[in-house]
């Protein structure tokens, strides 16, 4: 069965601090997209990035970066130099052959000023 | 371009009462989706379509809720009769295929409410 398991159900933080969100996930499929999607207080799900499970090269986004470790199936999601701008809820999901997305429960982050 | 429309954006009804969403995908992509999402949780998929026809519905409870994807665009689901635990906001999004390498596109949802 394939599971995504965020841990963090809550962050807070100051502006400009760094913060990690984590992502585990479980999966019997040797080939999968692993994402993540932010949802800011309008409700829409944004697209952030994915990654194929045959691509564990990390990735910088501007002040977002990702790092993917197969080893221990995380795919955990960096913000530097928070702003309040981030706060929203920010969901890592999982896909395998057909396109269906296994979300995690989601991590609320808040930056304050 | 225009992204995946959704309305209406908030519903609120009583139990026993009947629902319906209508989503209008982003033109072109063929494969469309329903998702649920509780409060506190991420979205769960209740049914996909490709084109017009419903190729993964396993989790979508049959015995109150029908969807439709009549010409293989715009889709309805439908809620009859809706009960308390309905309360969720319901998300439609969309994409070009059904390979996991696709991105899903997301509508602003419907909040719905169920008193």
């Known amino acids: 069965a394939q599971k995504v398991t965020q841990a963090q159900t809550e962050i807070s933080v100051v502006e400009k601090e760094d913060v990690t969100l984590d992502c585990v996930y479980e999966t019997r499929d040797t080939t999968y997209y692993l994402f993540w999607y932010k949802q800011p207080p309008s409700g829409e799900l944004v697209f952030l990035i994915r990654r194929n499970s045959f691509d564990e090269q990390n990735e910088i986004s501007g002040r977002y970066s990702w790092n993917f470790q197969k080893s221990t199936s995380s795919f955990n999601f960096t913000i530097t130099a928070s702003q309040v701008v981030d706060s929203a809820v920010y969901f890592c999901?999982?896909?395998?052959?057909?396109?269906?997305?296994?979300f995690g429960a989601g991590t609320r982050l808040a930056v304050h000023p | 371009e225009a992204g995946v429309v959704q309305s209406p954006r908030y519903k609120i009804i009583e139990k026993k009462q009947p629902v319906a969403f209508w989503c209008n995908p982003i033109s072109g992509h063929n494969t469309l989706y329903w998702y649920r999402q509780n409060l506190g949780q991420g979205p769960e998929l209740l049914i996909r379509y490709e084109n017009e026809e419903a190729v993964d519905d396993s989790q979508l409870p049959k015995d109150r809720f029908s969807a439709e994807r009549l010409k293989g665009v715009d889709s309805t689901l439908k809620i009859q009769p809706a009960e308390l635990g309905d309360s969720a906001v319901y998300l439609c999004?969309?994409?070009?295929?059904?390979?996991?390498?696709?991105?899903?596109?997301f509508g602003p949802g419907t909040r719905l409410t169920v008193l």
């Open positions: 999901a999982l896909t395998g052959g057909y396109n269906k997305l296994i």
């Open positions: 999004a969309s994409s070009l295929g059904t390979s996991g390498n696709n991105e899903q596109f």
